[in-house]
């Protein structure tokens, strides 16, 4: 069975997630999608909370695994007997950094490639932090998340769909 890890930090996860998580599901027999901790990002949700919208989210694709790991991707990728990490880009910009982590991954754990799959061009702009940005100044969410989680989004700032 060909496995392929999907690690992000997923706070919380939106419509491009989907789109690289949903796609990487028709080529792999399955995907784990791990919520991992990033030392540089001050997270809104936690990490169970995190599980929990990725589960939701993705209830819909059978071959779809949501699990936490707070250690190195590299062991995570060693413990599942996985060789492929799957990472999404979106511009240049991601580029630099994202290179770095393959590289890193790479040398801690040789078995390891990092696959990079090219956003949807209509997700390009998308990230964790402007849904957050758009959510905390009273916006609407609902071009950039799925229904089944705008309301746990909102609800972080004290608001609700209703409104
Ligand atoms: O969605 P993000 O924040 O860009 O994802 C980055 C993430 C969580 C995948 C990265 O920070 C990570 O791999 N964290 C786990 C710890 C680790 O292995 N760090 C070394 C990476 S080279």
Request: charged share 25%; with cysteine; net charge negative.
């Amino acid at each position: 069975m060909k496995l392929a890890i999907c690690p992000g930090s997923f706070d919380p996860v939106t419509y491009g997630h989907l789109n690289i998580i949903t796609r990487a599901a028709s080529m792999f027999d399955k995907v784990v999608v791990v919520v991992m901790i990033n030392g540089t990002k001050q997270p809104l949700f936690s990490c169970e909370e995190r599980v929990d919208l990725l589960k939701r989210a993705t209830a819909h694709l059978p071959n779809v695994e949501i699990d936490f790991y707070g250690g190195l991707l590299a062991d995570y990728a060693r413990e599942r007997d996985a060789t492929v990490i799957i990472k999404g880009l979106r511009a240049l910009s991601d580029f630099e950094y994202e290179f770095q982590m393959a590289l890193t991954n790479r040398k801690l754990n040789p078995a390891v490639e990092t696959v990079f799959l090219t956003t949807n061009a209509e997700y390009m702009y998308l990230s964790s932090s402007l849904v957050k940005q758009v959510a905390g100044l009273g916006g609407d969410i609902r071009e950039f998340v799925p229904p089944c989680i705008i309301q746990d989004i909102l609800q972080k700032y004290g608001r609700n769909e209703t409104e």
